[in-house]
């Protein structure tokens, strides 16, 4: 597990996917691609959303991207 998005010390709600997942998503948004497009990349690289679907969609990346997890990787990563 990435130490940016560790769960040791936390309460709450866990890690909707992969840390390896998250951090995908965050540097593409921090590269500057929209939402449609990383859903694009998502599927061409075959990518399971966080509820094992096979496709994305900009509203999946946008969700991510507002939670906790992401939040946090993104001050770190930018």
């Given at each position: 597990m990435s130490p940016l998005v560790s769960t040791a010390s936390r309460?709450?709600?866990p890690p909707?996917?992969?840390p390896e997942v998250l951090a995908k998503?965050?540097?593409l948004r921090l590269q500057g691609l929209s939402l449609a497009a990383i859903s694009?990349?998502?599927n061409t690289d075959g990518v399971l959303t966080p509820?094992?679907?096979s496709r994305w969609t900009k509203s999946?990346?946008?969700r991510l991207?507002?939670?906790?997890?992401a939040q946090e990787?993104?001050?770190v990563a930018g």
């Open positions: 309460r709450g709600r909707c996917c992969a998503v965050v540097g694009a990349v998502l509820t094992s679907r999946h990346v946008d991207l507002h939670t906790r997890f990787f993104m001050d």
